[in-house]
């Protein structure tokens, strides 16, 4: 099932009070993100899990996860900047520490150094720093490739990209050797996800996906 995006073939339950949860989240945009949902899970089956596994194959475990380390330092500067914007400054603080650490004895984000020490990884991004502030997270949005968002993360998305590139601007780095890293990052990002479309065996997988990251999402602004 991990390999094949087969739709479902589930008998509905008889109880349809059990579905209510599952739609307490308005979806105006339903039908696109159903359209997408699909695209994302053929997208995934034929073109990028195959690079994953080839990924996978090909690189030492070590290799794979330096790499994963290399690229969460990237991310502190992200979450770094966003937790300034909602004045959580011990979170700011923790993620600086964990990037100056990690950036210096961790040899430029290799090697996890901080988290054995104490300094715990936080996860904070634009999306979280709006609703922080009072954005409501807007319709629930499917973004081709990347999956479950909202209008108010698919913005943030684009604030967190901008930050990213301003980072690979400060190192220096070459127009194509940003592609690779982009690249390489985004197989990195995939080959750590263990969600696999239609593996759940149910026929609201895409409600569940839905409430889920909603909820998540409630949360992760509610700290």
């Known amino acids: 099932m991990e390999d094949k995006a087969i739709a479902p073939k589930v008998a509905l339950p008889d109880n349809h009070e059990e579905l209510g949860i599952m739609t307490a989240y308005d979806d105006p945009w339903e039908g696109f993100n159903r359209r997408i949902y699909y695209f994302n899970a053929k997208a995934d089956t034929y073109f990028l899990l195959p690079i994953v596994d080839a990924y996978k194959k090909?690189?030492?475990?070590?290799?794979?996860?330096?790499?994963?380390?290399?690229?969460?330092?990237?991310?502190?500067?992200?979450?770094?900047?966003?937790?300034?914007?909602?004045?959580?400054?011990?979170?700011?603080?923790?993620?600086?520490?964990r990037f100056l650490v990690n950036s210096t004895i961790g040899l430029a984000g290799v090697i996890d150094v901080a988290t054995p020490v104490g300094?715990?990884?936080?996860?904070?991004?634009?999306?979280?720093?709006?609703?922080?502030?009072?954005?409501?997270?807007?319709?629930?949005?499917?973004?081709?490739?990347?999956?479950?968002?909202?209008?108010?993360?698919?913005?943030?998305?684009?604030?967190?990209?901008?930050?990213?590139?301003?980072?690979?601007?400060?190192?220096?780095?070459?127009?194509?050797?940003?592609?690779?890293?982009?690249?390489?990052?985004?197989?990195?990002?995939?080959?750590?996800?263990?969600?696999?479309?239609?593996a759940s065996g149910s026929a609201f997988e895409y409600e569940y996906l839905k409430l889920l990251y909603k909820k998540y999402r409630e949360i992760q602004v509610a700290r």
Do not use: C
């Open 119 to 198: 300094f715990v990884e936080q996860d904070e991004d634009f999306g979280q720093t709006l609703g922080h502030w009072g954005v409501s997270s807007g319709p629930y949005l499917v973004l081709p490739l990347l999956g479950p968002s909202s209008l108010r993360d698919a913005t943030g998305l684009a604030f967190d990209a901008l930050a990213d590139q301003q980072t690979l601007d400060v190192l220096g780095m070459k127009s194509e050797e940003e592609l690779y890293l982009s690249l390489v990052n985004s197989i990195d990002a995939r080959a750590r996800l263990p969600f696999r479309y239609y």
């Open 58 to 97: 090909i690189t030492p475990d070590v290799v794979e996860t330096g790499l994963s380390n290399f690229f969460n330092n990237l991310g502190e500067i992200s979450t770094f900047i966003n937790s300034l914007l909602q004045f959580k400054l011990s979170v700011a603080g923790e993620t600086f520490g």
